[in-house]
């Protein structure tokens, strides 16, 4: 069974930093978009960052770009998200997910993890 497992989020004031991480068990995805998305509440989930191959190619939502850093180590299956100069603005929870192609837009075809939350408070 493919399970995505976030963990790192949590409460922290505005300027401040989080590293969330995410680890993938039941399969490898090697060839697999491997990112970040967010939902606030009230709105539509969000893209933030995804990666492919080792960094070989990362994508950032521009609300994020030099602010936030995604990683990835294959031999682990896992990914990061090193969130540095954190607003109120990116307070969310986070969604770690697998997928086949590069998009901006949560699909149904992906993996998703259950989430976790950022709060960032001013």
């Known amino acids: 069974q493919v399970q995505l497992v976030e963990s790192g989020g949590g409460l922290v004031q505005a300027g401040g930093s989080l590293r969330l991480s995410c680890a993938a068990s039941?399969?490898?995805?090697?060839?697999?978009?491997m990112g970040w998305f967010r939902q606030a509440p009230g709105k539509e989930r969000e893209f933030v960052a995804t990666?492919?191959?080792?960094?070989?190619?990362?994508y950032y939502a521009d609300s994020v770009k030099g602010r936030f850093a995604i990683s990835r180590d294959d031999a682990k299956n896992t990914i990061y998200l090193q969130m540095n100069n954190l607003k109120p603005e990116d307070t969310a929870v986070y969604y770690c997910?697998?997928?086949?192609?590069?998009?901006?837009?949560?699909?149904?075809?992906?993996?998703w993890g259950q989430g976790t939350q950022v709060t960032v408070s001013s």
């Open positions: 997910n697998a997928e086949r192609v590069l998009t901006t837009t949560p699909t149904t075809s992906a993996y």
């Open positions: 039941g399969r490898t995805f090697l060839d697999y978009f």
């Open positions: 990666i492919y191959r080792s960094g070989r190619s990362t």
